[in-house]
Structures are given as structure tokens and as C-alpha cells.
């Protein structure tokens, strides 16, 4: 009862992208048995088991056998993941962007074919997709690959949220034909696991782009926490079971979420993966999405993200605001329920 009224008065973060409740113990006690086993030394570009176990997880994922010693290691698409437009400036690259709208925010393909060009050097997937929570189509990542391999255009695809997927099947790019050779998939523990502190990620490249991916690597963080790769090689063995419970779970949370905003008066776009909601503010009256988010904080007490934010054009995302779904059951009650009592159409 306590932990009840300490949430109905405190605020409601439906705004970051962080669970409320903890990673596997399995996990955890992997660390702590790599730290007592002395396990605390620098572990380079990926301490062997775990290069080991992310290549027979690729592997199980999507067919493609990949070396584990030597391949483990711009345009966008609109509204993205907010780092991309700061770690592409830091490169000196030219970003420019297609816009995903609503309701299903399907690629335009034609205006990827009239922005790819012989200039091009990259394109950034990131399926499924932050903020709008879109998988990409077989179709349109064909349309992808199939640019790339006319232009020469490589592709860095961020599959964070690859086990996070409902309705539709996730599908890695690199294992299309001709893509492997030019694709650099990247992922994480953090999202599937509930550990998002930890910053354990991974890339997967063949061999000749994952020398340039080291030599980068090596001058940034030259090793993350040994011990912690350690446990990664652990949670990377899990059975299929956790992943199974894992969408189930979310799948939960997810309906509570889209059905609640729907009954305070939102239009919603349910997400096919990611833990992300993106829903249309413009019921309530205020002018733009940042006006929203701020009466939300001080008026209604539960946070959420302004979609312009996610946007090189904010006029794209004034229209939307983001939830998220990565909290505890309650939690996501209490603050559909804060809602209602506050929010007038």
C-alpha cells in the first residue's frame, strides 16, 4: 500500500526508456561469479566466450555463420533514435532524412530512390524501430538491399530490440542476399534483458569492416567491463523460454498502455515492437507536442517525450508524443488512470 500511494503522488516517467524492475538473477550472479573468479582485466574488443556466444546467436537468429574471432567485434529515417544525428556530426557526415509517417509509417521508396545517390555512403536501419515501434517489411528491406547493392551503399542496422516484437516476425537485413558483406549489425543486452546500466553491446561485420569498427572502438572505450561481458555470454545462452515469456510480457504491457491512452482520448498507434508508443496529442487543445509534454508533467504528473525531438525537422513530430511501455503493470494503471482524472478533451 505504501509503494501504491508513493507512486500516485510522485511522477509517472513513461518518458525514458528504462524498466522499472530488475534484470534475470540468472544474469547477475554471472557477473558476480566472473568478478570472484577474477575475471577483471581489460577483455579487448570481446572476451572470447562472448564473441563465441554472439556468433551462435546470430546464428540461430538468422542462418548466417559468422566468424566469431574476426567478424564480431548517411541516411535516416525520420522520426530516430536521438544519438544518431549527434554521432553522425562527430564523423563530419551529411545526414539527410526520410520522414516515417503515420499511421504505419511505411519507407517511401521512391523517395529513397531519389535521395541515394553515387555521395551516399550509409544507411541507418534501426528495426524495430525507435520512437514509432514500425518493423521493417521484408518488402521495404529488400527495396533496402537492393539499392545498396546498386549504389555500393553499406547499411549499419541497430536491432536493439530484436527479441521485442509482437505481431510481426523481426528480419536482420545482413541476411538477405549480397548484405551481409555490407551490413554492420548492432545490439545490445540492455533492452532484452532489463539491464541497461550495464552498456554491453556488440557489432557483427565481416571481416574487412570490423577492423575499421575495432580501431574506432579501441581509441573510445577500448573494453567495457570484463566481468560484465562475461555474464553477457551467460544471458546470450538462455533458453528459448525467456524470449517466449519475454514477448509475452511486454505483449501485456503494451495492451494496457494502447487501450488506456485510447480511453483518455488519444489516437493511438500500437506499436509492432520496441517497448515504444507514439500516440496524436491533438485532441487535448495544446499547440504542439513540447506544450503537451510540459502541461502533462505539471498538470497531470506522468511524463512523456515530445516526438519532435526525434525529428531533423520538428514540424514532423509536433502532432506526437511518446510513451513507453517498460514498466511495471501497476505503474502503467496508475498513470492511465492519472490521465483520465486530469486530461479534457
Request: hydrophobic share 45%.
Amino acid at each position: 500500500m505504501e509503494a501504491l500511494n508513493n507512486l500516485k503522488d510522485g511522477i509517472i516517467n513513461l518518458g525514458r526508456g528504462f524498466p522499472n524492475f530488475d534484470g534475470p538473477e540468472f544474469i547477475k550472479e554471472a557477473a558476480i561469479q566472473a568478478i570472484r573468479d577474477g575475471k577483471n582485466q581489460y577483455g579487448s574488443s570481446g572476451v572470447p566466450d562472448l564473441n563465441i556466444a554472439i556468433a551462435d546467436r546470430f546464428r540461430k537468429d538468422t542462418g548466417l555463420v559468422i566468424d566469431p574471432d574476426n567478424e564480431v567485434t548517411v541516411i535516416l529515417f525520420s522520426p530516430l533514435y536521438d544519438y544518431y544525428e549527434g554521432n553522425l556530426a562527430m564523423a563530419g557526415a551529411k545526414i539527410v532524412s526520410i520522414p516515417l509517417q503515420p499511421p504505419d509509417f511505411a519507407i517511401s521508396i521512391e523517395k529513397l530512390k531519389s535521395i541515394v545517390s553515387r555521395s551516399t555512403r550509409a544507411i541507418v536501419i534501426n528495426t524495430p524501430h525507435n520512437p514509432t515501434g514500425k518493423i521493417f517489411s521484408l518488402q521495404e528491406l529488400n527495396a533496402i538491399a537492393s539499392l545498396c547493392i546498386e549504389k555500393d551503399v553499406l547499411v549499419f542496422a541497430d536491432e536493439v530490440y530484436h527479441k521485442l516484437t509482437f505481431d510481426l516476425e523481426h528480419i536482420s537485413i545482413a541476411s538477405l542476399p549480397g548484405m551481409f558483406e555490407r551490413t554492420v549489425t548492432m545490439n545490445s543486452l540492455a533492452k532484452t534483458f532489463n539491464i541497461t546500466g550495464w552498456k554491453i553491446g556488440w557489432a557483427i561485420a565481416p571481416s574487412h569492416l570490423t577492423w575499421g569498427l575495432r580501431q574506432a572502438h579501441s581509441f573510445i572505450t577500448f573494453s567495457n567491463a570484463t566481468p560484465l561481458q562475461c555474464a553477457a555470454a551467460v544471458a546470450l545462452r538462455a533458453p528459448e523460454s525467456y524470449y517466449v515469456e519475454l514477448k509475452r510480457d511486454y505483449r501485456a504491457k503494451r495492451d494496457i498502455l494502447v487501450e488506456g491512452l485510447k480511453a483518455v482520448g488519444f489516437k493511438v498507434f500500437p506499436p509492432d515492437g520496441t517497448f515504444f508508443v507514439l500516440a496524436d496529442h491533438t485532441p487535448f487543445g495544446l499547440e504542439n507536442d513540447v506544450a503537451f509534454c510540459e502541461y502533462m508533467l505539471k498538470e497531470v504528473g506522468v511524463l512523456a517525450i515530445p516526438c519532435s525531438v526525434f525529428c531533423l525537422n520538428p514540424e514532423e513530430g509536433k502532432n506526437l508524443v511518446r510513451f513507453v511501455f517498460c514498466k511495471d503493470d501497476e505503474t502503467l494503471r496508475v498513470a492511465v488512470e492519472r490521465m483520465k482524472e486530469k486530461l479534457r478533451k
